[in-house]
């Protein structure tokens, strides 16, 4: 009989969390539709492209926002069993508010790293495949910076030139053994600069140890600079906000793979935001199965749902805002990073561990 029970508990949780998962799904599929019709609206291509691009960019995004589905699909579920008085035959066989507790809980719990595990390695290839198809379509592509083996890579349209920049790798707000292509629209070379290191701090570039080598009548005149100026429409920041997006990184790839990203010039803060923001993800599973179950289990008679959904979606948003108002105090140095992606989780707990204590004594 336990054994029924407990598979009983355990498909119909999984079948509403998957079917909550699919409702946002295609909610989201419909939300999105409309923005990459408006990008593709005076691009030839066919009405699937956009749908295809909005399929595959979902997911990434429901992986995000997973806790907040988990909740919803466990305040759903338990709040029918009582409703339907499913909970009181479970007690009537032993299971307490306690038992049914920890068995969802500890299946969201379980969840979160089936997607860290499974389900992300998935979702980050898709947001690649997303990502590079778009920036094939974009029509403002004058503008291009990329890493790869070789190094970093920055194409630039001027007013009446074009520049592309090759870095061996950025050091902090310094570029490595850089070089710099200058060429006229017709793609002819006006001049080549090579540097040991440049300052990228602001839009003016600082070089150091230069060489120009300029064409003149099929010969190349080098001339040595110990230092020189240029303008860039890129600066530090600029560049550093353009490899913020972790999307197209799985928590393996970072977990294995993080002092070979920092080596290859990823920044080391976002790294480290990003690994532990998404470590964080099964518990907030965890933690918000046990909000759901402090809502629905402390009594059995049936109450007014509009009340509980109201109190669901507060809940949410209360979580939603103390999770990135803690976050901000970390990118702003005022905690340290990893304390302030972790301080919700540890804030929670001590409220769900209060609140599951008294709901196992009714």
């Given at each position: ?25 295609f909610?989201g ?14 691009i030839?291509v066919?009405?699937?492209m ?8 979902i997911p990434?995004?429901?992986?995000k926002?997973?806790p907040?589905?988990i909740?919803?699909?466990?305040m ?5 069993i009582r409703?339907n008085?499913?909970l009181l ?8 508010n306690?038992?049914?507790?920890f ?7 379980f ?13 980050s290839?898709?947001?690649k ?21 070789n ?23 310094d ?14 070379l006006?001049?080549?600069i090579?540097?040991e ?7 003016n570039?600082?070089?150091n ?7 003149n ?13 240029i ?6 920041e ?12 799985s928590f393996?790839?970072?977990f ?11 920044n080391k803060f ?12 099964p ?7 046990a909000?759901?179950?402090?809502f ?20 949410c ?7 990135d108002?803690s ?5 702003t ?13 540890i804030a929670?707990?001590f ?12």
């Amino acid at each position: 009989m336990n054994k029924i029970i407990f598979n009983y508990l355990l498909v119909n949780f999984l079948k509403n969390f998957f079917t909550v998962f699919l409702i946002i799904y295609f909610f989201g599929i419909i939300l999105n539709l409309f923005e990459e019709v408006e990008f593709f609206k005076n691009i030839d291509v066919s009405f699937l492209m956009p749908l295809i691009l909005t399929c595959i960019y979902i997911p990434s995004m429901l992986i995000k926002i997973s806790p907040f589905i988990i909740f919803i699909s466990s305040m759903w579920f338990m709040k029918t069993i009582r409703n339907n008085k499913d909970l009181l035959t479970l007690k009537v066989f032993g299971y307490s508010n306690l038992k049914i507790f920890f068995i969802l809980a500890f299946t969201s719990f379980f969840l979160g790293w089936f997607m860290l595990f499974v389900l992300n390695p998935i979702t980050s290839s898709m947001a690649k495949y997303y990502e590079k198809t778009k920036s094939t379509y974009s029509r403002d592509i004058d503008h291009l910076v990329t890493f790869n083996k070789n190094g970093l890579w920055i194409k630039e349209n001027l007013i009446s030139s074009q520049r592309i920049i090759n870095a061996q790798k950025p050091v902090g707000a310094d570029l490595v053994k850089i070089t710099i292509f200058n060429m006229d629209n017709k793609s002819s070379l006006i001049s080549k600069i090579t540097a040991e290191k440049a300052n990228i701090e602001t839009n003016n570039w600082k070089l150091n140890d230069v060489t120009i080598f300029k064409p003149n009548k099929g010969i190349l005149i080098r001339e040595k600079k110990e230092n020189l100026i240029i303008y860039s429409n890129y600066n530090y920041e600029k560049i550093n906000s353009l490899f913020k997006n972790f999307d197209t990184m799985s928590f393996i790839d970072i977990f294995f793979n993080s002092k070979k990203l920092i080596n290859e010039g990823y920044n080391k803060f976002f790294i480290n935001q990003s690994f532990h923001t998404m470590l964080t993800l099964p518990f907030f599973c965890f933690l918000m199965t046990a909000i759901a179950s402090i809502f629905t289990l402390n009594t059995l008679k049936k109450s007014d749902n509009f009340r509980y959904t109201f109190l669901g979606l507060i809940t949410c948003v209360f979580v939603f805002y103390f999770k990135d108002l803690s976050l901000a105090l970390g990118q702003t140095n005022r905690l340290p990073l990893t304390l302030s992606i972790w301080t919700p989780v540890i804030a929670l707990s001590f409220f769900t561990f209060i609140g599951v204590l008294q709901i196992n004594e009714k």
